[in-house]
């Protein structure tokens, strides 16, 4: 399993990001795929997830603000950011997740930094 994320960088305070998680090694189109991120000083925090037939789910913190999805014929997964935080701040990852929809566990990628920075 490899999980590749791209995407990140330095924004501005209302700004918008997409990121993006190329997957490999596995049947991609099969799986529940998620986003996690770790703030500084702060522990992983799940924030989205996706069924294989497109179905989403969002934590309640995160709702409206982000908006994931999949490209199942390219094997990758986006996460649409928008109206960026200085409190979203952190290291992005994509999850292929074991267990729950909102587990934290699994095969991850090495992530992708955001900054959200005036």
């Known amino acids: 399993v490899l999980l590749v994320e791209s995407g990140g960088g330095l924004v501005q305070p209302g700004g918008s990001l997409r990121l993006s998680c190329a997957a490999s090694?596995?049947?991609?189109?099969?799986?529940?795929m998620s986003w996690v991120r770790q703030a500084p000083g702060k522990g992983l925090e799940w924030l989205s997830g996706?069924?294989?037939?497109?179905?989403?789910i969002y934590a309640e913190s995160m709702r409206g603000r982000i908006r994931i999805s999949r490209d199942n014929a390219k094997n990758t997964l986006f996460l649409q950011l928008n109206n960026l935080k200085i409190e979203d701040t952190a290291m992005y990852y994509c999850?292929?997740?074991?267990?729950?929809?909102?587990?934290?566990?699994?095969?991850r990628g090495q992530g992708t930094q955001v900054t959200v920075s005036s």
């Open positions: 996706i069924y294989d037939d497109g179905v989403d």
């Open positions: 999850l292929r997740p074991l267990g729950a929809h909102n587990s934290l566990s699994g095969d």
């Open positions: 090694g596995f049947d991609f189109s099969r799986y529940y």
